[in-house]
Nanobody
């Protein structure tokens, strides 16, 4: 069993930056593909991006590409989501997810197929 714990959320002004972290328990982190999703109030969960096992390959949703960077540290069992130029529409609870399968990197329609989920961290962007 793997537990994922997100942190780093908070209140930030529009145009600002924030880095989220997700720490995974267990010894299997390096064998898990990692991703981020978000859910805004009143909306469905939305795919943000993914990162491959070694961290060389990343995939981003069009809504965040160019503003977000996902990275991972397999020694620290941690995946990061760096968000820049934040907008009010980025306000959401951000969830970390792990999967044993890559699925090509685009997890837009695969939220139900994740093996593990964190409980989320709230990001609020004030305009």
């Amino acid at each position: 069993q793997v537990q994922l714990v997100e942190s780093g959320g908070g209140l930030v002004q529009a145009g600002g930056s924030l880095r989220l972290s997700c720490v995974a328990s267990g010894r299997t982190f390096s064998s898990l593909y990692m991703g981020w999703f978000r859910q805004a109030p009143g909306k469905e969960r939305e795919f943000v991006g993914t990162i491959s096992l070694g961290g060389r390959i990343t995939y981003y949703a069009p809504s965040v590409e160019g503003r977000c960077t996902i990275s991972r540290d397999n020694v620290k069992n941690t995946v990061y989501l760096q968000m820049n130029t934040l907008k009010s529409e980025d306000t959401a609870v951000y969830y970390c997810a792990a999967s044993r399968n890559w699925y090509g990197g685009n997890w837009s329609h695969l939220s139900n197929g994740m093996d593990y989920w964190g409980k989320g961290t709230l990001v609020t962007v004030s305009s």
